[in-house]
């Protein structure tokens, strides 16, 4: 890293969504946070030693919050680690990494959260917090010590991939999460009618030969878990919405006043299940990708702010996991480096307002975990990024930093590139 020395980032485009801010301007940090972000700032009124950087008119907006990462600490540093996790981060825009408690042995006691919390600030070089296991061993049996969770540095609360299916162990565990202000994240899929699906229930799948995976799956888990909401009056996200059925249940549980909130993860609101084409295992996800229609509304309801994050779901493989017949192979894909510059296809086309993406994976998610960054106000973390909005470039796998290689972008034209990341004032990622 470089010395945390005085930084202004003149002749910026600023886009600060916690203020519903986008002008011209400069920005400056100094011990480790931001001074100012406004227009005509200059180089005259810096403190001495500042380094100037001119951003030539690119973008500089707050560091990006990824909710949902799965990280191979510990238990599986062969798919992933801290180190190389928070590398791909910061070249994705990424300031805040969210990982998941799915590990071996689980996140679920607070000395396997201090574990990850020290081995993030030996190793990462952008902010790591893990959410914890709602139950023991994320068996969906026995709930977990919330409070002492939380009181050890645990975000929020999530099974991982896993779904609570027991409807009086989630009951318990909102009711428990609510004494705490503690917010429960759950992966809305019923598993028994997952059954042996693999991708979308729908004509394409059925063309495929390929057993599909109903929405049903999916909203009937949501619609059981916005009930218990309602009775017990705890804090609710849904881990990953990827359907219209499940964006009808969320609105009607947001105009009820519940205290409901969803994640979409920027697969499902780039891709669909075409993109699969001849059984491209790099795009069998978990949930699957759906229908485009489920796509456009996805989209339409993360601009209206219906859904309120936008997610990597980074989840790397193997490639002996990845390289097998579509239905053998296991489900994920990475998307830490890759997320911001998916979410500019949508702002490039004009299906969502740049402003809106960005609070969408910054303010939002800051706002809904307790946590400081998400915005460039004076006095804020020193967490940005600068990006060249209009930079071409092709995924090459072989170039990202993630430890696995399976992007659904594989050799995907983009456009628009982070080229510095600034984490607590420091430049821990810069390309030319």
């Not at 690119?58 to 510990?74: H, K, Q, S, W, Y």
């Not at 790591?128 to 994320?138: D, E, F, R, S």
Request: hydrophobic share 45%.
């Amino acid at each position: 890293m470089l010395d945390r020395r005085p930084i202004l980032l003149a002749n910026a485009r600023i886009a600060d969504p916690s203020r519903d801010l986008d002008i011209v301007g400069d920005v400056l940090l100094a011990d480790g946070v931001v001074r100012e972000a406004k227009t005509g700032i200059g180089a005259a009124g810096v403190p001495e030693g500042t380094e100037v950087i001119d951003c030539r008119g690119r973008l500089v907006a707050p560091g990006l919050i990824d909710m949902r990462a799965f990280i191979g600490e510990p238990g599986a540093t062969s798919r992933e680690t801290l180190a190389t996790a928070s590398q791909a981060a910061a070249a994705g825009g990424v300031t805040t990494i969210v990982c998941q408690p799915d590990t071996t042995p689980a996140i679920d006691n607070a000395a396997t959260v201090d574990y990850v919390l020290r081995r993030a600030r030996d190793t990462a070089i952008v902010h790591v917090h893990p959410m914890a296991a709602i139950t023991k061993g994320l068996e969906g049996k026995e709930m977990t010590e919330i409070g002492l969770l939380k009181a050890a540095g645990a975000v929020a609360f999530t099974d991982g991939e896993r779904s609570v299916t027991n409807a009086q162990v989630m009951r318990r565990a909102l009711a428990y999460a609510r004494d705490f202000d503690a917010l429960i994240v759950h992966h809305t899929e019923d598993p028994d009618l997952i059954g042996e699906g693999v991708m979308n229930e729908g004509e394409f799948g059925a063309r495929l030969g390929l057993m599909g995976v109903p929405k049903a799956a999916e909203t009937i888990v949501l619609e059981r878990d916005i009930r218990l909401v309602d009775l017990t009056g705890g804090r609710y996200h849904a881990a990953s919405v990827t359907c219209a059925e499940s964006l009808e249940v969320l609105r009607r549980a947001k105009d009820a006043g519940l205290d409901v909130t969803a994640s979409a993860s920027i697969n499902h609101l780039t891709l669909n299940e075409n993109d699969i084409g001849p059984y491209r295992t790099f795009l069998k996800l978990l949930p699957p990708l759906r229908a485009e229609d489920d796509r456009k509304a996805l989209v339409e309801a993360l601009a209206d702010g219906l859904v309120d994050v936008a997610m990597s779901d980074h989840n790397p493989q193997d490639v002996e996991t990845k390289r097998l017949p579509f239905a053998e192979a296991a489900p994920g894909a990475i998307g830490l480096e890759t997320m911001l510059i998916a979410g500019l296809r949508l702002v490039h086309g004009g299906e969502i307002e740049l402003i809106k993406l960005l609070r969408a994976m910054s303010t939002r998610p800051a706002e809904l975990l307790g946590l400081p960054g998400g915005t460039l106000r004076a006095g804020a973390p020193a967490d940005l990024i600068v990006v060249d909005l209009d930079r071409p470039w092709v995924v090459d796998p072989a170039e990202l930093k993630s430890k696995c290689k399976n992007t659904p972008f594989d050799e995907a034209r983009m456009t628009g590139r982070v080229v510095r990341t600034i984490v607590a004032g420091r430049t821990v990622y810069e390309i030319v």
